[in-house]
Each structure stands twice: as C-alpha cells, then as structure tokens.
C-alpha cells in the first residue's frame, strides 16, 4: 500500500557529508510517523530520526544529535536525512520508515530496501 525508496548514498570521507532521500508512493495520506533507521555488518537496526507528519516533531538517536537533520516535504511525499560531520562509524544501511493509521485499527509499517553509506578515507 505505501512505497519507500531510498536514494543518496554513496562513499564519503570522515568529516563529509551526505543527503539521503525517500520518495514515497501508494496510500500516503494516513501516515502519521516517518524515520531513518540503519544498520551496520553484525549489530542490529538502531533507530537514526524520526519526524511527525503533523507538527514535525523530531526525535534523534544520542549518537547523530547535532550533526544529522530529518526533513519532510508538505505533500508527506518525501522525507530527507542530512548527514554532517560523518564518521566511520556512520557507515551502514540507511533505511526509510513509515507509519500509518491502519482502516482495522492500530498502525501498519513499512520499510525501503535501503541505501549503503561508507565513511572511509
């Protein structure tokens, strides 16, 4: 019902930047919750961001305050991640969430396939 694609990521050095994109499609209107997850070799997927569709309150993960921001455009169509000041251990699979309000009640969720990012002399 909702279509996530991410794209934006790539190599980058220590120190660098990166802004990673997700376009959404299909049933978007009940959206309620988007975010960035991600998910490096070995460890399990950490939340990075998440944004309100309504009021675009924002929460972050301790280790990308000050230096990540997550965005979303007025149509809920796309949501953004600023990446600033990266380091190493940034690197990892960059994945876009959302949550929408479900006709059956509670929330249904769903998930892109994700786009690498490497920080890396």
């Not at 997700?22 to 959206?31: L, P, V, Y």
């Not at 169509?77 to 059956?104: I, Q, R, W």
């Amino acid at each position: 019902q909702v279509q996530l694609v991410e794209s934006g990521g790539g190599l980058v050095q220590p120190g660098g930047s990166l802004r990673l994109s997700c376009s959404a499609s299909g049933n978007i209107f009940s959206t309620y919750l988007m975010g960035w997850y991600r998910q490096a070799p070995g460890k399990q997927r950490e939340l990075v961001a998440t944004i309100t569709t309504s009021g675009g309150r924002t929460n972050f993960a301790d280790s990308v305050k000050g230096r990540f921001a997550i965005s979303r455009d007025s149509a809920m169509n796309m949501l953004y991640l600023e990446m600033n000041s990266l380091k190493p251990e940034d690197t990892a699979v960059y994945y876009c969430n959302s949550h929408s309000v479900s006709t059956f009640g509670g929330s249904r969720e769903y998930w892109g396939q994700g786009t690498q990012v490497t920080v890396s002399s």
